[in-house]
């Protein structure tokens, strides 16, 4: 049963444009939502985060939206660069420390 | 900020043996460290969570005398794959939560760099 989920394995976008990568989830008891960076061969790094009581979290280029009621987030990266080409990881937290994680997005960002 | 190493990072092994993977916290202590595996093209699938200290907490479908996990001190948790098959064959990476840090609940988990095992 997978409870959060990325539905597009990939995503191409070019430089200087909007990346949008989508993440829905089924579990309404998920605490705070949130998003990882990963290269191959190499652990995920930590993005961006949003508690559940927030609709909005921005940091620079990256910014995170949280519908509640369509239990869905979105990573919106602008603009996108090159050296944000990496595949990307929703995850939600479940209290106390568990984090469920999506299948991962792709993001090629071409010149 | 805190640091998490594997070691090793890549280990390839014959059908039957058993492998050790090594879990540190590098500049902090981890009250709580996590174990996953990624198959290719999937996501991270938690496999146990382990208390310093404590028997590890497996998820379902996880065979605990396969998995073995060691948590003997708040910096170093191990992962013994047993007997190991082809079919182990993934990406594990461990995850710690540092030991009191709660105005940053948002980084709770820091991830090491992951450890490739292929099993011939």
């Known amino acids: 049963d997978q409870q959060v989920k990325q539905n597009s394995p990939s995503l191409s976008v070019q430089e200087g444009r909007i990346s949008i990568l989508n993440c829905d989830y089924t579990?309404?008891?998920?605490?705070?939502f949130l998003w990882y960076k990963k290269y191959p061969a190499e652990g995920p790094t930590f993005l961006i985060s949003?508690?559940?009581?927030?609709d909005k979290n921005e940091d620079g280029r990256f910014t995170v939206f949280l519908n509640k009621s369509a239990k869905h987030l979105s990573l919106h990266i602008v603009p996108s660069q090159p050296g944000d080409s990496a595949v990307y990881f929703c995850?939600?937290?479940?209290?106390?420390?568990?984090?469920?994680f999506g299948t991962g997005t792709r993001l090629q960002v071409f010149p | 900020g805190a640091v998490v190493s594997q070691h090793p990072s890549w280990v390839i092994c014959k059908s039957g043996t058993s492998v050790k993977i090594e879990c540190r916290s590098l500049d902090f202590q981890a009250t709580t460290m996590f174990w996953y595996r990624q198959f290719p093209k999937q996501s991270l699938m938690l496999m146990a969570t382990s208390n310093e200290g404590s028997k590890a907490t497996y998820e379902q479908g996880v065979e605990k005398d396969k998995f073995l996990i060691n948590h003997a001190s708040l910096t170093l948790s191990t992962l013994t794959v047993t007997s190991a098959h082809p079919e182990d064959s993934s990406f594990y990476i461990c995850?710690?939560?540092?030991?009191?840090?709660?105005?940053?609940?948002?980084?709770?988990?820091?991830f090491g760099p992951g450890t490739r095992l292929l099993v011939l």
């Open positions: 995850s710690a939560t540092l030991a009191a840090y709660p105005t940053r609940f948002q980084e709770t988990q820091y």
């Open positions: 949003i508690s559940s009581i927030k």
């Open positions: 995850a939600a937290h479940l209290y106390p420390d568990k984090l469920i």
């Open positions: 579990n309404s008891m998920f605490d705070y």
